[in-house]
C-alpha cells in the first residue's frame, strides 16, 4: 500500500499533498489532547504492523489495520498515520517522503472510510460493523494507490491491477482480525469503539 519514491508523477505526489495537508489539518483540530495517547499507540501499532511483508505472487502485502484506525480515531487517524509512514520513509526508507503526501492521503481516507462503514452500522451488528469497516478500508486504500498509479504512467496499469487483485485476500484478513479486535476493546476499554452521540 505504499508507494516507493520516483514511481509517481509531480502532478500527483503535489495532489497528494494537498490532501495530506487539509487531512492533517481536519485531524488535528479534531484532536483533543486527551485523545493524545490513544492516538500515539495506534501511530506505534500501524509502525509495526506494516513492517511485516509477506510475498504474493508479483507483489508484497502487509497488514495495514486502517480499518482499526478509523473505528478507533476517526479523523484522527490521519495525522498518525503520517507520522507513522514519517518514521518508516525516515528510519526504513519504506514508501518515502516525496510520495509521504500520496500514502497519507491513501491510507488516511481508506481509514476514514473504516470508520464510517463501521459506525453506519447498527450497534447490534457491531462485529459485521467491524468486519466491513477493515474490508473496505483495506480496498479503498488499494483502489486509491491504484488510481495514483494510473494517472502517474498508463504502463503501471497492469502493475495497478496485480496490485489491486493481491490485496483482496488482505481485505478479508482485516476484516477478521477488525473483528476480534472490536470483540476484544468492546469488553476490556468500550470507550476506544464507542460511537459518537
Given at each position: 500500500m505504499h508507494?516507493?519514491?520516483?514511481?509517481?508523477?509531480?502532478?500527483?505526489?503535489?495532489?497528494?499533498?494537498?490532501?495530506?495537508?487539509g487531512g492533517l489539518a481536519i485531524g488535528?483540530?479534531?484532536?483533543p489532547v486527551e485523545k493524545l495517547p490513544e492516538?500515539?499507540?495506534?501511530?506505534?501499532v500501524l509502525f509495526l504492523?506494516?513492517?511485516?511483508?509477506?510475498?504474493?505472487?508479483?507483489?508484497?502485502?502487509?497488514?495495514?489495520?486502517?480499518?482499526?484506525?478509523?473505528?478507533?480515531?476517526g479523523w484522527s487517524a490521519v495525522p498518525a498515520?503520517?507520522?507513522?509512514?514519517?518514521l518508516q520513509g525516515l528510519l526504513f526508507q519504506f514508501g518515502g517522503l516525496l510520495s509521504l503526501g500520496v500514502n497519507t492521503a491513501s491510507m488516511g481516507s481508506a481509514a476514514l472510510c473504516g470508520g464510517l462503514v463501521f459506525r453506519i452500522i447498527p450497534e447490534k451488528l457491531r462485529l459485521i460493523g467491524a468486519f466491513l469497516g477493515g474490508f473496505t478500508a483495506v480496498l479503498a486504500g488499494t483502489a486509491l494507490v491504484v488510481t495514483s498509479l494510473f494517472f502517474s504512467d498508463?504502463?503501471?496499469?497492469?502493475?495497478?491491477?496485480?496490485?489491486?487483485?493481491?490485496?483482496?485476500?488482505?481485505?478479508?484478513?482485516?476484516?477478521?482480525?477488525?473483528?476480534?479486535?472490536?470483540?476484544?476493546?468492546?469488553k476490556v476499554k468500550p470507550d476506544y469503539v464507542s460511537r459518537p452521540a
Open positions: 508507494i516507493s519514491e520516483g514511481v509517481l508523477s509531480p502532478p500527483v505526489l503535489a495532489a497528494g499533498w494537498a490532501l495530506a495537508a488535528l483540530k479534531k484532536t492516538t500515539a499507540l495506534v501511530s506505534a504492523a506494516s513492517l511485516v511483508h509477506v510475498p504474493l505472487g508479483p507483489a508484497s502485502i502487509h497488514l495495514t489495520l486502517l480499518g482499526i484506525a478509523g473505528i478507533m480515531l498515520l503520517f507520522i507513522a509512514l514519517f498508463n504502463a503501471l496499469q497492469t502493475t495497478a491491477a496485480l496490485l489491486f487483485a493481491a490485496n483482496v485476500p488482505l481485505a478479508a484478513v482485516e476484516g477478521l482480525i477488525s473483528c476480534f479486535i472490536v470483540a476484544f476493546l468492546s
